[in-house]
């Protein structure tokens, strides 16, 4: 055999190793320098309650071995439509300064960076009870998403009534706010659904849990009578046992404040768990993390809270 024809042979049998090894790779899902390929990526359109609610998902995600990519636009106290008039100021002018929000970014830019697999919206908190608010803004942001990235689906975040012993609960209509949380609660529920049911979409029932936490037996927060409130003395704090909700709390310069609206350690944990089942298709029950600051019996109640609302909402 002459020595050209050699070096032929073996260039040929190194291109059947590199094409057998490139196979493997493909197969086994083995990506380098890339998100891997089983890999979930959501896309949240929402405000400081999807961030409270998507907080602890990462340490969860990570413990249960999947791979999850998350990408923001979320601004406090956001609504649908706020959202929306973001978009057209960008629609319009390219480079208005209105429509780039987001760290400089518009909403289009954002969702056209790479492939998404999910893409959530919410109503702002305020708003949730009040079903008219939610038109044509839910709409028109689904419409806008699906022409952009239309493979993915897009679900609807629903968010909490405030706590109990809030000062003002969210609007129910123009004009009108919400007497206590149970009405609250139950006219956001209801706003929600009715969108849900306009677009042809999935709710992730994070409001269901915190209400099942807020009015359930054993667990349930209550106002500490004995506190006065009218006179707090620095550092003291009424007991707020089994709260979802931040509460009240001490700033810096020690002045007494009252929160009933953002999620707590507890009411992260719960969104978090919430967001994991419905996410990966998976029961939360056996999840080990735990925040420092929530109880271990408490979280789990929690965990079985979030495993009976994902098991009731997969029955509608």
């Known amino acids: 055999m002459n020595y050209t024809k050699m070096i032929a042979q073996k260039i040929e049998r190194a291109k059947k190793i590199l094409f ?31 961030q409270n609610a998507s907080a602890y998902l990462p340490q969860i995600v990570k413990e249960k071995g999947k791979h999850l990519v998350i990408g923001r636009a979320e601004l406090g106290g ?63 942001l689904y419409d806008f998403v699906k022409s952009i990235q239309p493979k993915a689906e897009v679900v609807l975040h629903q968010t909490w009534a405030y706590r109990a012993d809030a000062k003002t ?5 123009a004009g009108q706010l919400a007497q206590n949380q149970a ?28 209400e099942e936490v807020a009015t359930g037996k054993g667990y349930a927060y209550q106002k500490d009578t004995a506190f006065d409130f009218s006179n707090p003395t620095y550092p003291n704090l009424p007991n707020q046992i089994n709260s979802l909700n931040m ?15 953002h999620a707590n350690e507890a009411g992260r944990y719960l969104g978090g768990l ?39 909402s997969n029955k509608k």
């Not at 973001?86 to 760290?103: D, F, H, I, L, W």
């Open 274 to 312: 919430i967001w994991y089942a419905f996410l990966f298709k998976d029961s939360p029950e056996n999840i080990q993390f735990v925040p420092n600051k929530v109880p271990a019996d408490f979280a789990k109640y929690l965990r079985k809270v979030a495993a009976q609302t994902i098991k009731n």
């Open 247 to 261: 509460g009240y709390s001490w700033k810096n310069n020690k002045e007494f404040t009252f929160d009933a609206n």
């Open 78 to 140: 956001h609504s649908l439509e706020q959202h929306w008039k973001y978009v057209e100021a960008a629609e319009s002018n390219p480079e208005s300064v209105e429509g780039k929000p987001y760290k400089g970014k518009s909403l289009r830019t954002l969702l056209s960076e790479g492939k998404w697999d999910i893409v959530t919206l919410q109503q702002a908190s305020y708003l949730s009870a009040d079903k008219e608010s939610y038109n044509p803004y839910a709409q028109k």
């Open 169 to 173: 609960f969210g609007r129910v209509a």
């Open 20 to 50: 057998s090894v490139i196979a493997l790779m493909l197969l086994s899902n083995v990506s380098y320098g890339q998100t891997k390929s089983d890999t979930l990526r959501i896309f949240l359109i929402g405000n400081s309650f999807s």
């Open 183 to 210: 009405e609250m609660w139950q006219k956001s529920r209801e706003a929600y659904h009715a969108a849900a049911k306009q677009l042809k979409v999935r709710l992730i029932p994070v409001g269901d849990a915190f």
